[in-house]
């Protein structure tokens, strides 16, 4: 027979206790031997709650309290249930203490001993003056878990699910395979028993926490592992996923330049991106130890918390469930950076650029495939006008190592590929760091937001070849001098011939280039060709001669009969072949007025003005309304 220091004990356990699996260990230890267990029906009830809403902590509390009900047929222990089954609105307030308060009136009752593991319970029973058993683990005394098994120095995450092998991803951050590591699959008593194993672990090591508990899905921080669990209907079987740190550099070991360095210590927005296993915790870890080491406030926004940082910088998770009110504690707090861990959802977004415009330094971490997708994850979430000031340097990891660094700038130009200065507009310039190269552009077009290449990054279909070489056949049957062609899209064409061919090919009314597009399928910007470029290029020939006065040479004026309509307001002078050029109006042959053509080609003159008299005073005695190029 055995013995123990608890021999004929009447006891009551909360809830805590039983999910806890104290009772079932302190039996096998030899400790309450033929003990009286008295399990209140108040704990039965909101162990049944939980499991109906797929908490992992109701289902272990049931296989505890199966466990229980064998050693009590086994004759080891006296087992009952007492006590009065809770109402509805007691189960739905026991986060308010309605079930605790039911489960300390059973031990009043009773005259029995109060047995938890939750140091608030124990304090609330010991003040209603009962006799209180507060058991909870001995750090010191944790073994290996049962999930150890299946880890060795090169494995990163475990997998394990119900009927199949265990598999595993292996290698380093830059060589990683996903491979087999047993070839019998886990049966479900297996999963279970690791399951249950790591829920007890998270709620009684000082070093361990339920991250997330959800109907189907449980996520544990324990020590440096991060726990998923999925259970049916939330999956289609158990199933575990055990993810470890295997890499942990230092700051100093990555390949940075000092202009790098610099930034990183300005307090400025910066962006850590990378696909998912490249790397991007271990560098945002780095850097929060190389910040903190230069004398900087750090503390973390996690969730779950899994950055690896030395105990000086404070990890929050969400407070009450939102990162909202943790940010609101951290604005106090007044940190000079914040890394925040999995910048993904909408609201994540926000917070970090509500945090960062209120002047604290944050680095957010997201989960990318290109350097400029993490700035385009910012579109629609952040005002466009105010993405520089929420992020101005985006990190690029690719296997562990920094692939590309690009900065933000704020500028008004006009876009890169348009040409007339009205275009110009508030343009994001992405460029890289060490070349300085523009690489990116965003802006408005019409309602859209547009991210488009430049320089090297702008994408050139080879079907552009051949679709040039068309346009060129096409165009050179209107002009007599040279003609440049560049496709700009599959469907339009920057064409720049010579001054004197530009009225040749747009016509009058703009017909000729009308029927060029009708012939080609394309859309066609016609330009004036680069003039100080042809002088210098040996294809172009020699330069034409050009009066040193004023004006051209009489063989060279080439006059326009514009279309004139009148409207309530205004006198329009439509001129197509000319837009965007600056030209003088005559009467015949007496000058009036110059002028800037509009890009629609319109001169619009404001009626009851002196211009617009004599133009109209010209039209009645037969003189001709001529427009000439400046």
């Not at 909101?46 to 797929?54: D, K």
């Not at 070349?435 to 488009?452: D, H, L, N, P, R």
């Not at 290029?537 to 009969?561: K, T």
């Not at 409207?567 to 110059?594: C, M, N, Q, S, W």
Request: negative net charge; proline residues 5%; charged residues 30%.
């Amino acid at each position: 027979m055995r013995t123990g220091m608890s021999e004929g004990l009447r006891i009551v356990p909360d809830t805590s206790a039983v999910i806890d699996g104290i009772l079932s260990e302190k039996i096998e230890q030899g400790e309450f031997v033929d003990a009286e267990i008295h399990v209140p029906e108040a704990v039965v009830a909101e162990l049944e709650a939980q499991a109906n809403r797929g908490l992992e902590i109701g289902l272990k509390g049931l296989e505890e309290l199966k466990k229980l009900q064998k050693m009590a047929e086994d004759g080891e222990i006296y087992l009952d249930f007492t006590g009065e089954r809770p109402s509805y609105n007691q189960i739905r307030l026991a986060s308010d203490g309605e079930i605790d308060a039911l489960i300390r009136e059973s031990a009043i009752e009773l005259d029995a001993t109060f047995v938890t593991g939750d140091k608030v319970h124990s304090l609330v029973a010991k003040a209603k003056g009962l006799d209180v058993l507060l058991l909870r683990a001995d750090p010191e005394k944790f073994g290996p878990l049962l999930v150890d098994q299946f880890f060795e120095p090169d494995i990163m995450s475990v997998h394990l699910k119900n009927k199949v092998p265990p598999m595993a991803k292996r290698g380093s951050i830059g060589d990683v395979k996903y491979v087999k590591i047993r070839d019998d699959p886990c049966t479900y008593d297996e999963i279970k028993a690791i399951s249950n194993e790591l829920l007890s672990r998270a709620r009684s090591d000082r070093d361990s926490f339920f991250e997330i508990s959800f109907n189907g899905a449980s996520v544990l921080q324990i020590r440096d592992m991060r726990i998923a669990i999925a259970n049916p209907p939330f999956s289609d079987d158990i199933e575990i996923t055990v993810v470890r740190p295997i890499a942990s550099m230092r700051f100093e070991d990555y390949r940075l330049s000092d202009v790098l360095k610099e930034r990183i210590g300005a307090q400025r927005g910066i962006l850590i991106s990378g696909p998912p296993g490249s790397g991007k915790s271990t560098f945002a870890s780095g850097v929060a130890v190389y910040l903190n080491d230069l004398g900087f406030v750090v503390k973390t926004m996690e969730s779950p918390r899994d950055l690896q940082v030395p105990p000086e910088i404070t990890q929050y998770a969400p407070l009450d469930g939102r990162l909202e009110n943790t940010a609101d504690v951290l604005l106090l707090v007044r940190p000079d950076y914040t890394i925040y861990d999995e910048v993904r959802k909408t609201v994540d977004f926000e917070i970090f650029a509500d945090m960062r415009l209120a002047g604290v330094g944050m680095i957010g971490v997201v989960h990318a495939n290109r350097a400029v997708d993490a700035i385009q994850r910012l579109i629609g979430r952040v005002e466009l006008g105010v993405i520089p000031q929420v992020v101005d340097t985006v990190i690029f990891i690719d296997k562990g190592e920094v692939a590309k660094v690009q900065i933000l700038e704020f500028t008004v130009k006009v876009p890169s590929g348009m040409t007339e200065a009205d275009l110009a507009r508030p343009v994001i310039l992405i460029s890289d760091l060490e070349t300085g190269a523009s690489e990116f552009e965003i802006y408005t077009y019409g309602e859209q937001i547009v991210v488009m290449p430049i320089g090297d990054q702008a994408t050139r279909k080879p079907s552009w070849d051949l679709a040039e070489g068309n346009v060129k056949n096409v165009i050179s049957d209107y002009a007599k001098g040279p003609v440049e062609v560049e496709m700009t899209s599959d469907h339009r064409a920057l064409v720049k011939v010579k001054e004197k061919d530009l009225p040749r090919i747009i016509g009058k009314g703009g017909r000729t280039i009308g029927d060029i597009e009708k012939i080609l399928g394309i859309h066609i910007d016609v330009r004036e060709i680069d003039e100080s470029k042809s002088k210098q290029d040996p294809d172009f020939g020699s330069p034409e001669p050009r009066n040193a006065g004023y004006g051209r040479q009489e063989s060279d004026i080439i006059d326009f009969r514009p279309i004139i309509e009148r409207t309530k307001r205004h006198l329009i002078l439509k001129v197509p072949e000319l837009a965007t050029r600056d030209v003088e109006v005559y009467a015949g042959e007496e000058f009036i007025f110059t002028a800037t053509v509009s890009r629609h080609g319109d001169i619009k003159i404001r009626v009851g003005s002196d211009v617009a008299y004599e133009i109209l005073g010209a039209m009645d005695v037969g003189k001709p309304v001529m427009v000439r190029l400046d």
